[in-house]
């Protein structure tokens, strides 16, 4: 069946740091990708998504480029804040059916000043 | 707008006891997902409504949970003779599903900490 894997965390990094959080996936057609944000306290948010191949998703200074020869959703960000510090989660969504997201395991990002 | 809502928020609970798990989505959206987040087992889809029926049921982890929506809004998800392994986070998200359109965003509720002693 369809899969997300990212990588494990915690991720800790220094404010103004560059981001970078690993996400591969496998489906067996062509889904939508998305990155959700949890941070502490709160339920998901989507962060942003792409629905097609070499679509860029973009927000709040995070991008994640929709990458089906490697089949690869990474998330990026020039210079994280502090206030990023959360959850983050990988998903994909196959646009056929009933169109159930599939999420990866999620990666905490721990953020000091 | 108003967000999707769930409730309660905490539930602690005795081995063995039933327990109901309420949601309400974006008024509207008549797409509703039930999934749960636990320690070890990241985030699983547990069942998806449309309208009032259920069309996928295909992450219930066992007879022992059903879930049921009404008048296309408000969702109970039931839990019977809870098991220390039910202990994790359920949330509920909506989306809009116009009709033709593939693409629609899911949105999460707050979700409710089950807790089974």
């Known amino acids: 069946g369809d899969s997300v894997t990212q990588m494990e965390g915690p991720v800790t990094l220094s404010e103004e740091a560059f981001l970078t959080i690993n996400c591969t996936y496998t489906?067996?057609?062509?889904?939508?990708l998305f990155w959700y944000v949890q941070y502490p306290g709160e339920g998901l948010q989507l962060l942003l998504k792409a629905t097609k191949a070499d679509d860029k998703g973009s927000n709040k200074g995070f991008e994640a480029t929709y990458r089906k020869e490697t089949t690869s959703f990474h998330l990026e960000k020039g210079s994280v804040q502090v206030s990023d510090s959360a959850v983050y989660f990988c998903?994909?969504?196959?646009?056929?059916?009933?169109?159930?997201?599939?999420f990866g395991t999620g990666t905490r990002l721990l953020v000091s000043p | 707008g108003a967000g999707v809502s769930q409730s309660p928020s905490n539930k602690v609970t005795e081995k063995g006891k039933d327990v109901e798990l309420r949601c309400d989505p974006i008024?509207?959206?008549?797409?509703l997902y039930w999934y749960r987040q636990s320690l070890g087992q990241g985030l699983e889809f547990l069942i998806y409504?449309?309208?009032?029926?259920?069309?996928?049921k295909s992450g219930l982890p066992s007879d022992r949970f059903s879930a049921e929506r009404t008048g296309g809004s408000v969702s109970t998800l039931t839990i019977q003779r809870t098991q220390q392994e039910d202990s994790a986070v359920y949330l509920c998200?909506?989306?809009?599903?116009?009709?033709?359109?593939?693409?629609?965003?899911?949105?999460f509720g707050p979700g409710t900490r089950l807790t089974v002693l």
């Open positions: 008024s509207g959206h008549t797409a």
């Open positions: 998200a909506s989306s809009p599903r116009v009709a033709g359109a593939v693409k629609d965003t899911q949105y």
């Open positions: 409504f449309q309208g009032n029926s259920a069309p996928d």
């Open positions: 489906a067996t057609g062509y889904p939508s």
């Open positions: 998903a994909l969504r196959e646009n056929t059916g009933f169109q159930k997201l599939v």
